[in-house]
Structure formats: structure tokens, C-alpha cells
């Protein structure tokens, strides 16, 4: 029997456990993926919440919501006036739009009771590799949602992904051949998410492109190329949260991409018309896009959108006694830092924010989704994150977790693949 609801959805989140991981099938295709037998026992060992034992449900019509707030929000940054506002308070280099689209772009919800409402946008979002053999390795022990995995989004992905660099290069470069990529994080090896790069590496060098993983204190520029290892780069992708590249040991990097000289993707034009978290008090507030000219069709979608507004001195008394009914989080914040939960704010914690450069969400609660661990079931909050490129689809994935914002500390938790019901 089929079940499409939401409530069907509900009930499964709070009481399906006869899905579960085959976590042999993922340890194995991780090794034959990487090349190497022992890749899973070293690397996983470490990271033992990278992955849930459970899937995640989502009901269709919640789906179809994200998929129209996606296209809602890509739209909206093609305004010009939208372009004006937040490139005007980025830094330069944000200026430079050298063509490229962004890869694997990140579209976080919350679904509550209201429907989907949207958390932030990424441009560097994580997981979308790993998220695509997981997927593949999920079994399926209910015949009732045996149809509801989208096999062929995972399935594709490795075509998908040397695609998405392929059409950055070319969005740039043009009919060039693209030969050597640097995928690029600081101490990448001791990133929890070290293992996709790996994995994209490899990925990359089956397709005959040469690729490296390298700290961006390894890149130099010489006036006409960016270096690393002795040889050219042509395209970097980018792992780095110094989204302008502001720091002194990325100033190789940040000459070379604001002259044109290597292809990066995403890069500092996209995270400031996307992730800087001060767009969401453009995309929230429905009164000026309605001036701007922005089609009905278009704020219908943005709705979606919490109200967010910029935390100043003029609203910070009123923000304060009504702070239980928001969530504070940096303008430049990445992966839940320095974030606060309003009704859990101490006096401490808000001059932080006052300090800084913050803006106030109204709360939006997460869903829910019902785990067992060693026999003991247990609630996790739960975010979904669709993958995308150029506001097309390319895969989504749960997270969850218990605590105040998304982490891979939650014993049962993790990234978990999402069955549509």
C-alpha cells in the first residue's frame, strides 16, 4: 500500500525502524570507490555520526514547496536591485562575476507544522558526494516505500557532478580543456567531511582530470597562473568559510580569482548574492520585493522565508524581550557557529551579539524524527538539504541531531537519506 501525505510522512518519521543502513554495503562502496581496502575502517572511525542508521520521510507537496522557494530565491537574485542592495555591502572582490553558477549549492528547510520554512542558503554546502553512496547503499526492507527513492539521482551522480565542474570551467574558460583541479580547505585532512573530498577527487582523476587536495597556504600566484605543487591550476573548488578570502594565507587565491586567472567555484560573488545571511531580511520582507517588481508567483514562494531582520541598537531592547521567539546567527556565520537560540540566551551571549554583525530569525521549528539506539527510541531534530546547480535539483539528504543546531555529535544521528512519500 502507497502512502502520500504528510501525515503518512509524519508517522513513519515517528515510528519507522524497519529501514535501516546497510552499513556493509556503504563501507564497501566507499573502499571500491576510493581505491583503497581499508579506507572506511580508517576514516569512519573517527567520524562515527557522519551517517544515520535511518532514512528521513518527506510528504511530495513539501518537496514541490522547497523545489518552488529554490527557483523562487535563484530568481529574485537575478534582480538587479537585489543585486545592487547586497553587492553594495559586500566586499569589492564580490563584484566580480566571472561567470560560474556556484557547485553544489545548499537549500536548508526546517519542516514543521507550517509547512517547509527556510533556514539558510549555502554556497559551499557539504556532504552532497558522500550523501550520493549513501543513498545507493540504503536498503529497503518496506515494500510500502520501495518506490520512494529517487535511485536515479544517486545512481547519476558521479556523470552529475563532472558535469557541474565542467560547465563552471566552460562558463569561463569557454571550449578549453579543463586538466587539473585543486580542491581547496584549511588542514583539509582534518576536516569531518575529509572523506568527500577523497571521494570527489577520485571521481575527478576517473574522468582523466588531474586533482589535488591541498591547504590554501600551498597555492602560490605568479602574476598569470595560480601554482600549487609545482604545476597550474585551472579550477579550485572551494571548501574554504573565508568566503571573500580576507585572511593573509589566502591572498594567493584572492589574486588570481579576482584577476580571472583560475576558475573557483562557489566563490565570493555567489556567497554574497546567496549565503550572506543578511539577504534574508531581503527575501523576508515581502513589501519590498513587491517595489522591486517581483512577480506575485515569486513572493508566494518567498513566504517560506522567516522573518529575519538586522539585530542594531535601534531594535536591540525589543529584540531582547521578545528573543524567545528568535534565533541569532552571524551574517557571515557558517555550520551553526556562534549561534544562539533565543529562549535559551543569556545575558553573556547577547552582548557577543551585539558586538558583531547578527541577524534575528524568527524561530522556525525543525521536524522530528524518531530514532532507536541500543534498543531506547529517542526524538532527533531534523533539517533536509537539497543539493543543487543553477537551481536544478541534484540531490537532498536529511541531518539529524539532538542540540540546539545541526551537528554530527549525536550518537544515531547523522546525514540520512530522504524517502518522498
Known amino acids: 500500500m502507497k502512502m502520500h501525505s504528510a501525515s503518512s510522512a509524519e508517522q513513519l518519521n515517528a515510528g519507522c525502524f524497519c529501514i535501516t543502513l546497510d552499513r556493509t554495503a556503504l563501507l564497501t562502496a566507499l573502499d571500491d570507490e576510493i581505491g583503497e581496502r581499508a579506507f572506511s575502517a580508517i576514516q569512519l572511525a573517527s567520524r562515527p555520526h557522519l551517517f544515520s542508521d535511518v532514512p ?74 558522500l550523501n550520493a553512496l549513501v543513498m545507493r547503499a540504503q536498503r529497503t526492507c518496506c515494500p510500502e ?40 580547505d584549511e588542514r583539509p585532512d582534518e576536516q569531518y567531511l575529509y572523506p568527500e573530498f577523497l571521494l570527489a577527487r577520485r571521481w575527478l582523476e576517473r574522468a582523466g582530470i588531474e586533482t589535488v587536495i591541498v591547504d590554501p597556504v600551498e597555492l602560490r600566484f605568479d602574476g598569470s597562473r595560480l601554482l600549487t605543487r609545482g604545476a597550474p591550476v585551472d579550477l579550485v573548488y572551494n571548501r574554504l568559510t573565508d568566503f571573500y578570502f580576507e585572511r593573509p594565507e589566502h591572498a594567493a587565491l584572492k589574486a588570481a580569482y579576482g584577476l580571472g586567472a583560475v576558475v573557483v567555484t562557489p566563490n565570493p560573488h555567489l556567497h554574497a548574492l546567496f549565503a550572506d545571511k543578511r539577504n534574508l531580511t531581503l527575501l523576508s520582507d515581502l513589501a519590498t520585493l513587491d517595489a522591486w517588481g517581483v512577480s506575485a508567483e515569486i513572493r508566494a514562494a518567498l513566504d517560506a522565508v522567516p522573518q529575519t531582520t538586522l539585530v542594531t541598537e535601534d531594535n536591540a531592547e525589543s529584540l531582547w524581550q521578545s528573543r524567545k521567539n528568535w534565533f541569532f546567527k552571524p551574517a557571515a556565520g557558517h555550520g551553526g557557529k556562534a549561534v544562539y537560540r533565543g529562549d535559551k540566551l543569556t545575558r553573556g551571549a547577547w552582548a557577543n551579539i551585539l558586538a558583531g554583525s547578527y541577524v534575528a530569525q524568527a524561530f522556525a521549528a525543525p521536524g522530528t524524527r524518531t530514532i532507536q539506539q541500543e534498543g531506547v527510541e529517542m526524538s532527533c531534530k531534523m533539517d533536509v538539504r537539497l543539493y543543487t546547480y543553477d537551481g536544478r535539483l541534484l540531490l537532498m539528504a536529511a541531518r539529524l541531531y539532538q542540540g540546539q543546531t545541526t551537528n554530527f555529535r549525536t550518537a544515531g544521528g547523522g546525514f540520512a537519506p530522504i524517502y518522498v512519500v
Open 56 to 129: 528521513a520521510f518527506v510528504p511530495t507537496a513539501a518537496l514541490s514547496k522547497m523545489l518552488h522557494v529554490v527557483a523562487a530565491i535563484e530568481a529574485t537574485t537575478k534582480f538587479p536591485t537585489y543585486q545592487v542592495d547586497v553587492l553594495g555591502r559586500a566586499p569589492v572582490i564580490a563584484a566580480v562575476d566571472h561567470g560560474p553558477r556556484g557547485a553544489f549549492m545548499g537549500y536548508d528547510f526546517h519542516l514543521g507544522a507550517g509547512g517547509p520554512k527556510l533556514i539558510e542558503v549555502n554556497t559551499n554546502a557539504g556532504g552532497a558526494f
Open 145 to 184: 516505500v520501495a518506490d520512494s527513492v529517487d535511485g536515479a539521482l544517486a545512481e547519476g551522480f558521479e556523470a552529475t557532478a563532472l558535469a557541474i565542474f565542467q560547465s563552471e570551467w566552460r562558463a569561463q574558460r569557454g571550449e578549453a580543456p579543463l586538466r587539473r583541479v585543486a580542491i581547496v
